[in-house]
C-alpha cells in the first residue's frame, strides 16, 4: 500500500506537471509523463485523443502562459492509490483563461511515479471574483 513518501512524490511529480504546462516545457513535462502516455481532451463539443508526442507537439506551439504573466492557479483535490503501483490524481489548474479539470493516472516503476493518462475537460474562467 501507498506511504507518505508515495505521497510526497506523486505530490512533486504534479507540482512539476503544473510548472511544465505554465512554462510550457516539454523536457519537463517528459520527465513526468511515462512515454506510452495518452492525452484525452473530453469537452461539450470536442474531443481529442493523442499520442505523447503529438501532445507535446501541441504545447512546443503554444506562448508559455509564464511568458505573459498569464495569472495561474493549481490544486490538487486527491490522490488515491491503488495498491503501490498505481495512482490516481484529481487536479484543477486556471490559466489561459481557462479553467481545467484534469484527471490523471499514475504508475509506478524503475523510473519513479509518471503520468500514464491524462483526461481533461475545461471551462472558460469567469469574470466573477
Known sequence: ?????????VNNVIQDYFDGLYLADTSRLAKVFHPDARYVKISDTEYMNKSLSEYFAMVDRRIPPARTSDPREDRIFSIEFGGSKMAFVRASMTMMDQNYLDFLTLSHDSHGWRIMTKVFTYVPKTKEA
Not at 1 to 9: I, P
Request: net charge negative; charged share 10%; hydrophobic share 45%.
Open 1 to 9: 500500500m501507498a506511504n507518505s513518501q508515495d505521497f510526497a512524490q
